[in-house]
């Protein structure tokens, strides 16, 4: 054997090194992709706790808006299941009720109740409206157990009562209306149209995201004018004489929070007056639906909707592309025959977060979990969620996109994705500000 | 502001009418013959969105849909009737009211079992629209107000120029005296529920092209049809069509003048008729 | 007398229920208890002075509302706030009673929901005063809920004692005269829109006292209190337990709540079950359970 000097040694070592550090990183980054929460100083321990973990998630049940119940509990019925299936959380079986909000804040408060203190629920999520949520936020703190809200967007639930109120116990998973009103403007000032109106329905919701998108604009777009508004009831049968009244304003583009079946019924009257016609632009329709791109709309309106507008959601199932998401959209498919709603990743994602938090902290009290859970980061299928600790609110960025009809798909696609960093167009504490901040929409969205 | 766009919103609201006059007809017209307040007719509503919606499914007719949906909707009317309704004939409206709201708990969760919570659409039909006065009016409008229209023909004329209106009329105005002179009243009720029960189908299969079929969806309707029913007048089929269009053309020049109000706007006038003249436009004192 | 007995047992035995530890059994029975009381005010008009009102839940979100927006918004103390909106119940049941004098039946019903659904509108759409469809949150307790029982309770006992004297004394009985046939009780004298007008009264502040209370035990008022359909509660309640008697209200209460809160238990489609419940009610149980219990007894 012929010598081998101490530099070609150290340079096998060192290539040894290199192979095994990149094999492994393959490796590492092949194997099973899951949710989980990676928090500084803490770190995964085994041993059961409890006999049984306990779930209560409340949604929406009954009455018209009975859809997102179900599009929730597909996605926390899967985590559920899949967790069983590998042995549970530390060797305890997860079991999950589903109680009905009605859409009644008495009623969910009711229900909360019921779960923590006649079915021992360790955990509650879910709540689709922000009426709701906030009633039920405030007696958690009473019943004393976390609660992951996986829907309800009011901006009021993370900024006035965990921020200011100091009510810990509350987590949300899902964008607030930061993504329908400023994101939503951040779209709005990459487009040509310069006189905006909108119909939006007429309750809290949509007044919250008609001034955080007005007040977002004006600053990106000086320029910009606001026409019209008209506001539609709940359950309005025929949106065309506040189409026509919008109209009459004239405006070149169209903001609007419609969702659920009043939006079915508001696109396809939207179509039959020209409204559409109204704000078409080179690129497409400029036509702002932040929760256009929902399950339930997609499935009901499919290519009626025209392509070109401009939609969003709290989750949009073919970003990011990762390996996680793949595989969560996949499982959901082949357990469900549907994409997954973006209510049903965040009760996903919530169920998971249970399973992780357990796993780590290895206890079920309640502080540990709190201040596990503030500043740390979370892997799931819609991203990189930073849990925010001063007011418990997942930041992530969900992209808009241009509706297109993709025959190769049961439901519409969306192209052109469009991006902003999270930190940009969510508000901070103590949330004095309105954005944009870091004048940062310069550099980060391209023409459109 | 310029005054064809204040006709337009004009006949748009005239439109949304027809809608509420439909759905409003077939209760007035029950009242009026059994003197029963059907809340269920929402739910009649809404099987009847959902029939038409299931039978174009099949058939790809609309028409034949439409038309066949709402006779299920009549044939269900008068099951109901013959075997629950009956029963209340001559209670006080409270307990009216509590059995026919009963139905509709029942009917909405029906709806769930049978065809999910998910909303359901079907096609859209009579799609396109037409100039007028340089505005984009949907033919769809154009067809509500035609359809309104027929629909108040045909009841004046089956009530005016037929037997059996006769009869019904007969019945409304005086009981007694009707019955003692040979008409059969079970016959003349049932019937009479089924084409209340008719148009409120038919109401539903008009709206389901330009909307949605969802559980529920009555809930909105029935209360708009018990506000145009009592300002018209209970048991005035005169009366719920002009109130229908009181409704609509105030819901649309609303929403053009005073859009923050409009949510209320239906409450005001009900409020106000009834301080007025409390037994509506065309009611009997 | 045998009765009277029962009904003593029966409350003392409520009174051991914060003992048992059970939290949400100590928060539904404050619930039932505020409930009660409201179909207990709410039959003043319906079973004794034979009025169907659909408007009811403007009397108990104006006194809920008025006392979450004096207290939270105005920051006076709970006091003075339970009082206002009790007052503020008060006075809206005047101007409807006043309003709504001359009509009957159906024309009541509709003109008392036209009232209370343009509060509903007003609340959803005054935003900067009422919240909006958030409503308002925060509205203080006072007290722990343990004792916060026994303040229900007493509150409670006293307002149906109270209502159970008036409907008792010549006024109730003049009320149910008016119910069995108007024309005869005003030819013996009576004004019987003054005595409408009261009814009303009565019924409408003593309903704004179950506001107060309502609103002190969840802390949050939202628009869905001034709805129509809250309205209804009372009065599906008031038929399940029998309008012509005094405690009907009362017993159909308990049976309804915690009828509704056994089903949701068992299945998400509780609304058919609701729904045969109600419509067997109505056909086979028209005088309520009061009505069986009372056919039973004087079988004997």
Known sequence: MAEVSRREFLKYIAALGVGLAIGGGIGYSARKPEVKIVKKGAEEVGGKIKEKIKIGHIAIFSGPFSTYGELQKRGSLLAV???????????????????????????????????????????????????????????????????????????????????????????????????????????????????????????????????????????????????????????????TPLISSIMEKKPDGIHTVEWGFDLFTFVRQAKQTGLFDAVKYDGGYAWINPMGYSIDAMEALKSEYPEGCWVSGRYIWMYPDTPLNKKFVKAHLDRWGHFPAYSGETSYTAVYMIKKLIEMTKTLDIDTHIKTLEDSTVYSPAGVRFIRKKDHQAVYSVPYGQIKHDPSYPIPVLTNLQSVPAEDYYRHPPFKEMPPFRELYKKVLPKA | MDPSAIIFQLILGIASAMLYWIVSSGLTFTFGVTRVLNFAHGAFYMLGAYFTLTIFELTQNYIFSLFFGATLVA???????????????????????TLTFGLVLVFDDLVRIFWGSVPKMMPPQFVGSINVLGRALPIFSVYLIIAGIAIALIMYFLLSKTDWGMEIRAITVDPETAVCSGLNPTFLYATAFMFGSFFAGLGGGLYVPISSAAPGMGEHVIIYAFIVTVIGGLGSIKGAFISALIIGIIESLGALFVPWMTIALPYIALAAVLILRPEGIFGEK | MRNKTILAAVIALTLLIPFTGNKYLLYLSIKIWILILYAIAFNIIFGYSGLLSFGHALFFSGSAYGLAILVVKSGLPLPVGFIAGIAIAAVFSAAVGFLSLRHKEIHFAMITLAFSMMFWGIVMKWRDVTGGEDGIAGIPRGMPIFWFYYFSVAVVLICAYIIYRFVKSDFGLVLEGIRENEVRVRFSGHSTLKYRLYATIVSGTFTGVAGALWTMLDRTVTPSISHWSFSAMPVIATLIGGPQNFLGPA?????????????????????????????????????GVMGVLERLFERR
Request: aromatic share 12%; charged share 20%; net charge neutral.
């Open chain 2, 75 to 97: 044939l269900i009317g008068a099951a109901c009737e013959r075997g629950l309704i009956s029963r209340i004939y001559g209670l006080p409206v409270p307990f009216q009211l």
């Open chain 1, 81 to 239: 299941e899949e967790i069983n299936k590998a042995g549970g959380i530390m060797g305890s079986k997860v079991e999950i009720i589903y109680r009905d909000s009605a859409a009644k804040p008495a009623e969910a408060v009711k229900q909360v109740r019921s779960l923590v203190e006649s079915e021992g629920c360790d955990f509650i999520i879910g709540i689709d409206s922000s009426g709701v949520v906030l009633a039920v936020a405030e007696v958690m703190p009473e019943v004393n157990k976390l609660l992951f809200v996986t829907h309800a967007a009011t901006h009021r639930l993370t900024e006035e009562l965990v921020y200011k109120k100091g009510i810990k116990q509350v987590f949300r998973i899902a964008v607030p209306v930061y993504q329908d009103g400023i994101m939503a403007a951040f779209i709005a000032s990459k487009l040509p149209a310069k006189r905006w109106g909108c119909v939006h329905p007429d309750y809290e919701y949509g007044y919250a995201s008609w001034e955080l998108f007005k007040k977002t604009l004006a600053k990106l777009r000086p320029d910009v004018e606001f026409v019209g508004e008209a506001w539609a009831k709940i359950g309005t049968t025929d949106f």
């Open chain 3, 251 to 287: 017993i159909g209460t308990l049976i309804y709540v915690i009828a509704q809160d056994v089903i949701t238990k068992y299945t998400l489609y509780w609304q058919f079950i609701l729904g045969m419940v109600v419509v067997s009610v109505v056909l086979f149980f028209r005088g």
